[in-house]
């Protein structure tokens, strides 16, 4: 065990921001806590701070979940060069800094509030709901950082001193947490953004199977995530469209989900702070409905952060039925052909038919397209789109997607953006988090996937069970089914890349499954093998500590290996 001094880190107040839409804030003025977490109301604030803290973790800017993997590369925009291209990844990256902090600020409103429902024998559940938040934010640091400060007593002060805790004891932690918590007396399912038993049990699942990877792990993992799975599957198909029912603005909270970070405009603190950025990232700058300048003058404020690798548009583009293709990328953008007006949103606000008659001010066509398949796209509407520019990478990426005029400056339109999180709604503006669609945490095709997955762990590739998991999500999407024999760990990251695009796993796919420097070097034409090489000459595999806690502690614990 290593101690660390963390004081400054993680010694936070309570800062109520705003709650998630069922939930209500409460001040506690100058009353002491001890006495103020007597009252029902009081402590069901704190409970409501505590799911105020999702919003917190992930809100906010996505470095440390999509940057750095195969299926996102660096805009110009981008936070943390260092989290894109591992270059310049050091213990005093910021954005890595800002992540563990806030980490720890809400494991500290958490602890608090499993201190308080305890003493003062509140609610069950409440507690119950609380303690499975903790766990999942231990869930996020282990896996990002490896040992971690197992902080798990509340304290009015703050604590000068942690201790470090291997990674192994963290995970046993989490699972005993989460199993404990799916004895309270829970809902089966919510859709108030509240915590379910579904919801438990698939991110359980998600921890056996990633501990399963692990040196350390039991050899039971792989089947207890199965089990967890299907307990969270509960025999339930996925029906939904994928594009209009799934991802759809305005139908978030739909059968699908089983837990989300729910947002809304009333319980933001303005319609430009409390709310989500997950619309910001992932396609080039469009200028904002509020902007005056740039290279578009009405589409979303997308900050060209992050943009969909070649090998995304590849493997979404490798069956051409599949609907996720069309589902993920903007593939029109409206607008007058001259000028930098451009009706992003449109295609939101009407239906397919209308969208004939509207001027196509670009077009991004499948990157399997055919010139046959561009000719009947201008012949459904020759007056519209015989003149639109039409900027079709095919086989050649660095022809439209990836030149040297968008590397170097933001105005450049250079791909198709992912739509999967457009939001009509918000106010946009830079650097701020404006939108109120929920972030989906917990989606049911993927507890598929965790369990094909699973499958593929404890019994080998070829699993049949896999191949089934696996083709249930592939069905709903119109694309072909797979035998068992192509049921491996590969097919499985190229179906979650196809599935779950910009929902904030890739970069923990890419890592659990011990793939990411094979993956990254071989998709991200940024990064190469030396580039996630660091001391000592080892792979850049965890984050690392950042130099402030290190420095602050007074027995200092080890860098991460590469740091």
Not at 146 to 167: H, Q
Not at 522 to 550: E, F, S
Request: charged fraction near 25%; proline fraction near 3%.
């Amino acid at each position: 065990m290593k101690n660390i001094y963390l004081s400054l880190l993680i010694a936070v107040s309570f800062a109520f921001s705003a709650c998630s839409e069922f939930l209500e804030e409460d001040n506690r003025s100058n009353l002491v806590a001890s006495e103020y977490y007597q009252k029902t109301e009081s402590y069901n604030a704190l409970v409501n701070a505590c799911y105020s803290t999702l919003r917190d973790v992930f809100g906010g800017r996505c470095e440390m979940f999509c940057a750095g993997t195969d299926i996102f590369i660096m805009g110009n925009r981008i936070f943390s060069q260092g989290l894109g291209n591992y270059r310049g990844l050091t213990p005093t990256d910021v954005s890595v800094e800002d992540f563990y902090v806030t980490m720890y600020e809400a494991i500290k409103v958490c602890n608090d509030g499993i201190h308080y429902g305890e003493l003062y024998n509140h609610d069950a559940k409440l507690i119950a709901e609380v303690r499975f938040l903790r766990a999942m934010y231990y869930f996020h640091l282990v896996q990002q950082f490896g040992n971690v400060a197992l902080i798990v007593e509340n304290s009015e002060t703050p604590i000068m001193a942690y201790s470090f805790s291997e990674a192994k004891d963290v995970y046993a932690f989490i699972i005993d947490e989460m199993k404990a918590v799916l004895e309270a007396d829970l809902p089966l399912t919510t859709s108030d953004g509240r915590v379910s038993k579904r919801a438990i049990n698939h991110f359980l699942a998600k921890v056996y199977l990633t501990r399963s990877y692990e040196t350390y792990a039991e050899s039971s993992d792989a089947a207890n995530a199965i089990s967890c799975a299907t307990t969270a599957i509960n025999g339930q198909k996925l029906t939904l469209d994928y594009e209009t029912e799934v991802f759809w603005p305005g139908k978030e909270k739909n059968d699908e989900i089983l837990f989300a970070v729910q947002i809304s405009a009333a319980t933001m603190p303005s319609n430009v702070e409390g709310g989500s950025m997950q619309y910001d990232f992932f396609g080039p700058y469009m200028g904002g409905t509020d902007a005056s300048v740039g290279m578009t003058y009405g589409g979303p404020h997308q900050n060209n952060a992050l943009i969909p690798s070649f090998q995304l548009h590849r493997w979404l583009a490798e069956d051409a039925n599949d609907k996720r293709y069309a589902a993920t990328f903007m593939q029109e953008l409206y607008g007058p052909l001259t000028g930098t007006k451009v009706d992003y949103f449109a295609y939101f606000a009407l239906t397919p038919e209308q969208r004939k008659d509207l001027q196509v001010k670009i077009y991004y066509p499948k990157i399997s397209a055919t010139q046959t398949d561009v000719d009947n796209w201008v012949a459904v509407n020759p007056e519209k789109r015989a003149n639109t520019p039409i900027w079709w990478a095919g086989d050649e990426p660095d022809k439209y997607f990836y030149r040297s005029d968008w590397e170097s400056g933001n105005e450049d339109l250079c791909a198709p953006a992912i739509k999967k999180f457009s939001d009509p709604k918000a106010t946009y503006k830079d650097g701020a988090r404006t939108s109120t669609r929920d972030i989906f945490l917990a989606r049911l095709a993927e507890t598929y996937l965790i369990r094909a997955e699973a499958s593929i762990k404890k019994d080998g590739a070829g699993s049949s069970s896999a191949a089934a998991d696996i083709n249930e999500v592939r069905t709903r999407a119109g694309a072909v089914n797979i035998a068992a024999s192509a049921a491996a760990v590969d097919f499985i990251l190229a179906e979650r890349a196809r599935e779950l695009a910009g929902e904030y796993h890739r970069w923990y796919d890419l890592k659990r499954t011990g793939k990411l420097v094979e993956y990254v070097t071989k998709y991200n034409k940024q990064v190469t093998d030396a580039d996630m090489k660091g001391t000592g000459g080892a792979y850049k595999i965890l984050r690392p500590i950042p130099a402030q806690a290190i420095e602050l502690s007074t027995n200092r614990p080890a860098q991460n290996l590469g740091y």
